[in-house]
């Protein structure tokens, strides 16, 4: 009761907000109708590989020519939305200016999404941030949304199953090619946790996919410890196409 209470109050002195557009929302957390609205939600079916919605007559059983030209060490990948509009405000409400109650609403979409290949012995891991990075950021954003995913699809979550071994420059600032170089041999299983990994699967967490190469990293840091099936659910995907049409 006491706990409603204060809910109450707090939303009557700071009227709960859109993350979105800032618009007041009635009450609790989550976005305004006009937002929900504009939500693109990618659907089945999409590319196991690269996370991409399949649009043509033969998407349901044909492999997207993206995904057959490069072979992507993960098993599969599922994402949200799209890393514009909507969902890209949602995204730098968490990560730019802190606002954590986006991180149930983003990780409630995202469990929609993983609960496609979910199983009961699954391991939840999210990308880490190396020591420096979160000790100025005061929070690693994929951990915000690992925990509340985790506890959507009954799992357990891990969050230093990984760990950044070193600092790298900003993806941000780097072309692909270059990303891929700058993350080589950034990512390690914590020493703790590789004896518990052999043979098991990891649903790897993190809030945008770009080129992929923070979750390739990632997914060969976790193979070579011994892991099973590495599947990635990620937020939001940026760049082109918004379509894979076979």
Not at 66 to 89: I, Y
Not at 175 to 182: I, L, M, Q
Not at 193 to 218: F, Q, S, Y
């Amino acid at each position: 009761m006491i706990r409603a209470m204060t809910s109450w109050l707090l939303d009557v002195l700071v009227p709960p907000r859109c993350p979105s557009c800032r618009a007041e929302v009635g009450g609790g957390m989550g976005l305004c109708a006009a937002c929900w609205q504009g939500l693109p939600l990618i659907e089945p079916p999409s590319c196991p590989a690269t996370g991409l919605p399949l649009v043509g007559e033969w998407a349901e059983t044909v492999a997207s020519l993206p995904a057959s030209m490069k072979k992507r060490p993960w098993r599969t990948l599922r994402a949200v939305t799209f890393h514009d509009g909507v969902g890209r405000a949602l995204v730098h409400a968490l990560k730019f200016r802190d606002d954590l109650t986006v991180a149930p609403v983003m990780a409630r979409l995202m469990a929609r999404r993983a609960r496609e290949v979910a199983t009961p012995d699954m391991l939840v891991a999210p990308v880490p941030l190396h020591w420096l990075r979160l000790w100025w950021r005061r929070f690693n954003q994929s951990v915000a949304l690992a925990w509340p995913l985790a506890a959507e699809l009954g799992l357990e979550c891990v969050p230093d199953l990984l760990v950044r071994t070193r600092y790298t420059t900003p993806q941000t600032r780097l072309s692909g090619r270059r990303r891929r170089t700058n993350l080589k041999g950034a990512f390690a299983v914590h020493r703790r946790h590789r004896g518990r990994l052999k043979g098991r699967p990891v649903l790897l967490v993190d809030d945008v996919l770009t080129t992929g190469a923070t979750a390739e990293a990632c997914t060969r840091a976790l193979k070579q410890a011994g892991a099973g099936d590495i599947h990635v659910v990620v937020f939001a995907l940026a760049g082109e196409p918004r379509a894979l049409h076979i």
